[in-house]
């Protein structure tokens, strides 16, 4: 009897090693599995480094990149302002010029012309310049070498005969 029962407890150890042997293999290809899972795990935290690595330098490429659009865009503002200037100038001087253009033109209306006459009054003065004669000296007596004007000045002021 006793022997019937060593026989039976070694068939049960022998089917229970039989079965720590199988959960054994079991485990032993769940840990290599998970030694290549890890392994993947380990590749792909590489590459997601190198990505990173990647980002970061693309990112100061931007950064550098934002940094000259910025220093263009205040350049160009910079320009914008000096025209901005120089326009309000060139109007200025504009206005300017039309100011001494409409002077000129009071300046002018002094002067008027009639039938084949020209003459202006200065003061109390009376200047006329008629069509110069080619052959025929100005009334105020050039002298013989002097180019006729066809001015004639008549005053009592001799400086005036000289002009």
Do not use: C, Y
Not at 36 to 59: Q, W
Not at 76 to 83: L, S, Y
């Amino acid at each position: 009897n006793l022997a019937q029962r060593s026989a039976g407890a070694a068939r049960e150890i022998k089917d229970l090693i039989r079965d720590s042997v199988d959960k054994v293999e079991a485990g032993t290809s769940l840990v290599n599995e998970s030694g290549k899972t890890l392994g993947e795990i380990i590749d792909s935290v590489d590459r997601v480094s190198v990505m990173i690595k990647e980002i970061s330098t693309a990112a100061r490429e931007q950064s550098s990149g934002i940094e000259q659009v910025n220093s263009a865009v205040a350049q160009m503002d910079e320009m914008t302002q000096q025209n901005a200037a120089l326009v309000e100038e060139a109007s200025a001087a504009g206005e300017a010029m039309a100011e001494q253009a409409q002077s000129m033109m009071q300046m002018m209306e002094f002067f008027s012309l009639s039938e084949g006459h020209r003459s202006m009054n200065v003061g109390m003065t009376a200047v006329s310049a008629a069509p110069a004669a080619p052959a025929k000296p100005a009334s105020t007596g050039t002298t013989t070498g002097q180019k006729n004007t066809g001015f004639s000045v008549s005053s009592d002021d001799d400086d005036w005969a000289e002009f």
